[in-house]
């Protein structure tokens, strides 16, 4: 009983949230799956309970990438962003600086991280304490699809990332990664035959 009280009461609470994720479109709705499922070898989940959609719309850094959408796509979703923000708080510790983002942006700690980047793929994920930027080179980096950033790497300067490549915790990263490849260290290298791309950002402790 305790329990249905209380997820009615948040169901009321946040309803203006919900109005906003409508606002986000189809990018928004696949942030919820992604955030729901945040493993890429798995199916995204074609439905999701009540509950499961108010423990998504409680979590800062999603409502942080939310307002950014929001924001990116001016207007009315810029006003409802710059509001809901003052009631509902994002992640303090994340900044966005980036005019494409692909669906299904999954960030599950968002702490200290920041992102200026030219784009961001489909189905990325960022973890804690991420660097993405510029350097003396100018211009700022791109990540191509199914992106896996791990804690505390640094990308840095105009360079490409490929799709499906992984960045490994602590990385830091100056040149192009090809698609598809796993990168580990300072300066980050390509660790060949990392045994995939889970435990690649465990440091390639499992690569082969």
């Not at 001016?74 to 005019?99: D, K, M, Q």
């Not at 599950?108 to 489909?122: C, E, N």
């Not at 791990?150 to 990664?177: F, K, N, Q, Y």
């Amino acid at each position: 009983m305790a329990s249905t009280v209380k997820n009615l009461s948040r169901a009321i609470a946040y309803a203006p949230l919900r109005v906003a994720l409508a606002l986000g479109g189809e990018s928004a709705a696949r942030d919820v799956q992604r955030q729901l499922q945040p493993r890429l070898d798995l199916p995204l989940p074609g439905s999701y309970t009540n509950e499961q959609l108010l423990s998504v719309l409680a979590h800062r850094p999603f409502r942080t990438i939310l307002y950014y959408r929001l924001k990116l796509a001016g207007g009315a979703g810029r006003i409802v962003a710059e509001v809901l923000s003052r009631l509902y708080r994002g992640e303090p510790a994340l900044y966005f600086n980036c005019p494409e983002i692909g669906a299904g942006l999954m960030m599950m700690h968002g702490f200290a991280t920041i992102v200026t980047a030219r784009r961001l793929g489909v189905d990325c994920q960022i973890a804690q304490q991420v660097t993405v930027g510029y350097d003396d080179r100018g211009g700022s980096p791109a990540l191509g699809d199914r992106v896996r950033v791990g804690a505390g790497a640094i990308i840095l300067g105009p360079i490409e990332i490929g799709d499906d490549a992984v960045i490994g915790a602590g990385a830091v990263v100056v040149r192009d990664v090809p698609a598809g490849k796993v990168v580990g260290g300072v300066p980050a290298q390509v660790i060949e035959g990392a045994a995939d791309r889970f435990s690649a950002l465990r440091g390639g402790a499992d690569a082969g």
